[in-house]
């Protein structure tokens, strides 16, 4: 069921959970807290703006003539192996972050985390508890973003939010030591200059991204976004109540998502895409208040054979099951996942086209546009001149240009 193309509504919720990654058992859509229990903020200020913003190089609109190639990974095969372009193997990975100069990859299924150069030779990093300094695992580790110093992952297995120091791979976790899923946040309590790294909960999260001050983190089984201030390590709520799924757009406690996925921010907006109400959400970073940008909501829960996948603008447009998301800073690109394909969507319109694959088509064809063939395409980012793509039903890692 993990990868299961065209399911019946009835399993609609669990397969939804399956492809969003996250771990069956650990209780997606659990509700821990209340709305009165959560602490929710906003950023005093917005950070500082930068061209390296989410995990992916941003300022000038890509040009791309829809080519697309497979970079590494071997088709079909699923295995740990090093080394370049198709010598290399992985197993199921889910998303994908850049620094500017590599790609940083969560091999799901391998429980580690992957390190590409652009010609794509991968290398596994070996990482250490930055407390005892014992090697560290990762348990079904789901999604990536970096500021360049650190990559921030989400270790959907453990319910926590790891903090990897690139040049030491030491590793820092925020959560539950024992992997309890919930809705906890936290605060800075003076004279101490963090937060109690334990004690936050989280509840099957898989998208990360950061504008290089906070990092935000789409928790999928509480419906809500959180915050996290990185040189803090507090915890908040940005958006959503836990364990309230809707498709509300409204302030912060108005809001209601359902399954949000996976997530990418220009430094002023954060995009989300709201994986169970087929949409394209945009969070005001300053205010916490949520709208959507493109995509019809389909109905929560079940399908009625209306919910395709069709360009448009704003909700004339419809997604089947949006899931990657990143940004030049003019245009996000959204994979939908189980259709297959490659959305652009112009922010300042919502317009909406296909600009890789045919929906409902699977398979693995390097080629350009609709030619081109994926296998459950999830994560995404882009070096600014180029989008890379996580191909992980095929497992390989696709680069379009």
């Given at each position: 069921?993990y990868?299961r193309?065209?399911v019946s509504?009835?399993k609609?919720?669990t397969?939804?959970?399956s492809?969003?990654?996250?771990?069956a058992?650990s209780?997606?859509?659990?509700k821990?807290?209340?709305?009165a229990?959560?602490i929710?903020d906003t950023?005093p200020?917005?950070?500082p703006?930068?061209?390296?913003m989410?995990?992916a190089?941003?300022?000038?609109?890509?040009?791309l003539?829809?080519s697309?190639?497979?970079?590494?990974?071997?088709?079909?095969i699923?295995?740990l192996?090093d080394?370049?372009g198709?010598a290399?193997?992985f197993?199921?990975?889910t998303?994908?972050t850049?620094d500017?100069?590599?790609?940083?990859i969560?091999?799901?299924?391998n429980?580690?985390?992957?390190k590409?150069?652009?010609s794509g030779?991968?290398?596994?990093?070996?990482?250490?508890?930055?407390?005892?300094g014992?090697?560290i695992?990762f348990?079904?580790?789901?999604?990536?973003?970096?500021?360049?110093?650190?990559?921030?992952?989400v270790?959907s297995?453990t319910?926590?939010i790891?903090f990897i120091?690139i040049a030491s791979?030491?590793?820092?976790t925020?959560?539950?030591?024992?992997?309890?899923a919930g809705?906890?946040d936290?605060?800075l309590?003076?004279p101490?200059s963090?937060?109690?790294?334990?004690y936050?909960?989280?509840n099957?999260?898989?998208g990360?991204?950061?504008?290089?001050?906070?990092l935000?983190v789409?928790?999928?089984g509480n419906?809500?976004i959180r915050?996290?201030?990185?040189?803090t390590?507090?915890?908040?709520?940005?958006?959503?109540?836990?364990g309230?799924?809707g498709?509300v757009?409204?302030t912060?406690?108005?809001?209601?998502?359902?399954?949000?996925?996976?997530?990418t921010?220009?430094g002023?907006?954060?995009?989300?895409?709201d994986?169970g109400n087929?949409?394209?959400r945009?969070?005001a970073?300053?205010?916490?208040a949520?709208s959507t940008?493109?995509g019809?909501?389909?109905p929560?829960?079940s399908?009625?054979?209306t919910?395709d996948?069709?360009d448009?603008t704003?909700?004339?447009a419809?997604f089947?099951?949006?899931?990657?998301?990143?940004t030049?800073?003019t245009?996000?690109?959204?994979?939908?996942?189980?259709?297959?394909?490659?959305r652009r969507?112009?922010?300042s319109?919502g317009a909406?086209?296909t600009i890789?694959g045919t929906?409902g088509t699977?398979g693995?064809n390097d080629?350009?546009?609709?030619?081109a063939?994926?296998?459950?395409?999830?994560?995404?980012t882009?070096?600014g001149?180029?989008?890379y793509?996580?191909?992980?039903g095929?497992n390989?890692?696709?680069?379009?240009?």
């Amino acid at each position: 069921m993990y990868f299961r193309r065209e399911v019946s509504m009835q399993k609609f919720v669990t397969v939804l959970c399956s492809l969003l990654v996250t771990v069956a058992g650990s209780g997606c859509g659990n509700k821990s807290t209340s709305a009165a229990d959560a602490i929710y903020d906003t950023p005093p200020t917005l950070a500082p703006a930068n061209s390296h913003m989410g995990g992916a190089v941003q300022g000038t609109a890509l040009v791309l003539s829809k080519s697309v190639a497979t970079l590494a990974g071997s088709v079909g095969i699923t295995a740990l192996a090093d080394g370049s372009g198709n010598a290399s193997k992985f197993y199921h990975p889910t998303d994908i972050t850049t620094d500017g100069t590599n790609f940083y990859i969560t091999d799901y299924l391998n429980n580690v985390i992957r390190k590409m150069d652009a010609s794509g030779v991968v290398t596994t990093l070996a990482c250490t508890d930055a407390d005892s300094g014992a090697a560290i695992g990762f348990y079904r580790p789901t999604g990536i973003t970096t500021d360049g110093k650190n990559l921030y992952v989400v270790d959907s297995g453990t319910n926590t939010i790891r903090f990897i120091d690139i040049a030491s791979r030491k590793v820092t976790t925020i959560g539950s030591t024992s992997g309890s899923a919930g809705s906890v946040d936290t605060t800075l309590f003076p004279p101490a200059s963090t937060a109690d790294k334990t004690y936050a909960r989280f509840n099957n999260p898989t998208g990360i991204t950061t504008d290089g001050v906070n990092l935000y983190v789409a928790d999928s089984g509480n419906q809500t976004i959180r915050r996290i201030v990185i040189a803090t390590r507090a915890v908040s709520t940005l958006s959503g109540i836990s364990g309230s799924a809707g498709t509300v757009d409204g302030t912060r406690t108005e809001a209601r998502f359902n399954l949000p996925a996976r997530i990418t921010t220009d430094g002023s907006s954060l995009f989300v895409t709201d994986f169970g109400n087929r949409t394209v959400r945009r969070i005001a970073i300053a205010t916490g208040a949520v709208s959507t940008i493109a995509g019809k909501a389909g109905p929560l829960g079940s399908d009625s054979g209306t919910i395709d996948s069709t360009d448009g603008t704003g909700a004339t447009a419809q997604f089947y099951q949006p899931n990657g998301i990143t940004t030049d800073g003019t245009s996000l690109y959204v994979t939908d996942s189980y259709k297959n394909t490659i959305r652009r969507i112009v922010i300042s319109s919502g317009a909406v086209t296909t600009i890789a694959g045919t929906a409902g088509t699977a398979g693995h064809n390097d080629a350009i546009g609709a030619a081109a063939t994926f296998d459950t395409p999830i994560g995404i980012t882009t070096d600014g001149a180029a989008l890379y793509i996580v191909d992980s039903g095929n497992n390989t890692i696709r680069k379009m240009q």
